[in-house]
């Protein structure tokens, strides 16, 4: 009786390791929704252009327009490496300086910047 029950064990046992260790196969099927991939590239876009994310700027001058224009069309002769752009915040005219991903990358510009605009510095655009 007492070997019975332990040959009833073993095979429940045994019968317990062969189903866990069977594999299992299956197929994901994801659907998805067709703008999604629209909506990615206009987010990379947004954050290409500084318009989400956090980006640093230098700022080469602020002041009214026609000065504005003279330093924009004089740095663009300059540095036409980094793009340049001017910002109407009443009641200035302001010249923006590239669209840095971290500090360190407009500080390095900013050294290079400095020799013509000394007034020039670094900052973060505050989120509109």
Do not use: C, H
Not at 2 to 28: C, D, H, N, W
């Amino acid at each position: 009786m007492l070997r019975k029950s332990k040959l009833i064990m073993s095979a429940a046992f045994l019968f317990g390791i062969t189903a866990v260790s069977t594999a299992q196969e299956g197929r994901v099927t994801i659907k998805q929704d067709p703008i999604i991939p629209q909506l990615l590239e206009k987010k990379i876009e947004m954050v290409q252009d500084g318009i989400i994310g956090d980006r640093y700027r230098i700022q080469l001058f602020s002041g009214d327009n026609n000065q504005a224009s003279k330093v924009i069309t004089e740095y663009r002769a300059e540095y036409p490496k980094w793009s340049s752009t001017i910002v109407f915040d009443t009641p200035n005219y302001k010249v923006w300086v590239g669209n840095f991903r971290n500090s360190l990358e407009a500080d390095r510009a900013l050294l290079e910047i400095k020799k013509k605009y000394p007034a020039a510095f670094r900052f973060r655009p505050e989120k509109r």
